[in-house]
């Protein structure tokens, strides 16, 4: 069974700052996904990044990246110029395999509040 | 562009009725699921279909069951409901052999008095 660890239950940073979010996972599988979710009081799943294991490119989207390191299981979010719109729930999750039909496997969380 | 629906928004129940919540994806996708989110938890798979004609159980399947009614709609139902079954339910859908996204419903917040 596949295990999603967030060890910061809550952050907070400074409009325009940088913060960095921590994932570690435990698999056996050697094809999965890594996803970041976002959860704004709205309370809708919103995307915000996914890496396939297979690429040892880090993705990016805009103002978010992350920090993939297989060997060490860890899957990291960066947001820079962080904005008040960023103020959210952020899950990481995993999915296994490549098929798109495995349901994903989340962390508990981490509460992140910008402030002006 | 409705992508995934559930119904409905919120609910309230007493212990011991029962209900059945609805979701429909209109983006032809062949895999659903069935999430609850309580605090501090996360969300953890309830039940999902991999595909139309197929359910699995997922990590908290106790007290409910679902119904893949057709390849668009995913329904979950409480026989019984109690209290411990309080919490936000998300559906969500994914298209096998596609991006591997799993997109969601709004959710539904129901209570278990």
């Known amino acids: 069974a596949q295990t999603v660890t967030q060890s910061q239950p809550e952050m907070s940073v400074q409009e325009a700052e940088t913060v960095t979010l921590s994932c570690t996972y435990d698999?056996?599988?050697?094809?999965?996904?890594l996803f970041w979710y976002k959860q704004p009081p709205s309370r809708q799943m919103i995307l915000v990044i996914r890496?396939?294991?297979?690429?040892?490119q880090n993705a990016t989207e805009n103002r978010f990246s992350v920090n993939f390191q297989k060997a060490a299981k860890s899957f990291s979010l960066k947001i820079s110029d962080s904005q008040l719109g960023d103020t959210a729930m952020y899950f990481c999750a995993f999915m296994r395999g490549y098929s798109g039909n495995t349901p994903l496997v989340f962390g508990k969380g981490t509460r992140l509040s910008v402030i002006a | 562009n409705a992508g995934v629906t559930q119904t409905p928004k919120f609910q309230v129940l007493k212990t011991g009725q029962s209900m059945t919540l609805q979701c429909a994806q209109d983006?032809?996708?062949?895999?659903m699921y069935w999430y609850r989110q309580d605090p501090g938890m996360g969300l953890r798979l309830i039940y999902y279909?991999?595909?139309?004609?197929?359910?699995d159980k997922g990590e908290v399947p106790n007290g409910y069951n679902v119904s893949r009614l057709n390849k668009r709609e995913f329904s979950l139902r409480l026989e019984s409901a109690a209290p411990s079954q309080t919490s936000v339910y998300f559906c969500?859908?994914?298209?096998?052999?596609?991006?591997?996204?799993?997109?969601f419903g709004a959710g539904t917040r129901l209570s278990v008095l």
């Open positions: 969500a859908s994914s298209e096998v052999g596609g991006p591997n996204i799993q997109y």
């Open positions: 279909s991999a595909s139309e004609g197929t359910t």
């Open positions: 983006m032809n996708h062949n895999s």
């Open positions: 890496q396939e294991a297979y690429k040892q």
């Open positions: 698999t056996s599988e050697n094809n999965y996904y």
